[in-house]
Nanobody
């Protein structure tokens, strides 16, 4: 089995910064992609940022220029540096990873439990 554990959420004032971390552990052969999604109350879960195994990244338009996703390949971790935070960034942030558990198998998607980010004065 695979586990994703997020950390780093909290309360921050508008314009502030937070750094989210997500650690993958368990039966991991390779990680194809790692990313961050968020879900605000009453809204659908949306993609925030994703990084693929080759290092290419993609961001939601709403966070471009403010958020940066990065990976530590040795530690099977992914990070989300969030700067210039706005009240509309308030949401529960979820880590997602597509992981192969053995050679020749198809990747399986896994989710973390979520970490709350609240941007408020």
């Amino acid at each position: 089995q695979v586990q994703l554990v997020e950390s780093g959420g909290g309360l921050v004032q508008p314009g502030g910064s937070l750094r989210l971390s997500c650690a993958a552990s368990g039966s991991i052969f390779s990680i194809e992609t790692m990313g961050w999604y968020r879900q605000a109350p009453g809204k659908q879960r949306e993609l925030v940022a994703v990084i693929i195994s080759g290092g290419s990244t993609s961001y939601a338009d709403s966070v471009k220029g403010r958020f940066t996703i990065s990976r530590d390949y040795a530690k099977d971790m992914v990070y989300l540096q969030m700067n210039s935070l706005k009240p509309e960034d308030t949401a529960n942030y979820y880590c997602n990873a597509n992981i192969r558990e053995a050679w020749g198998t198809r990747p399986t998607g896994y989710w973390g439990q979520g970490t709350q980010v609240t941007v408020s004065s």
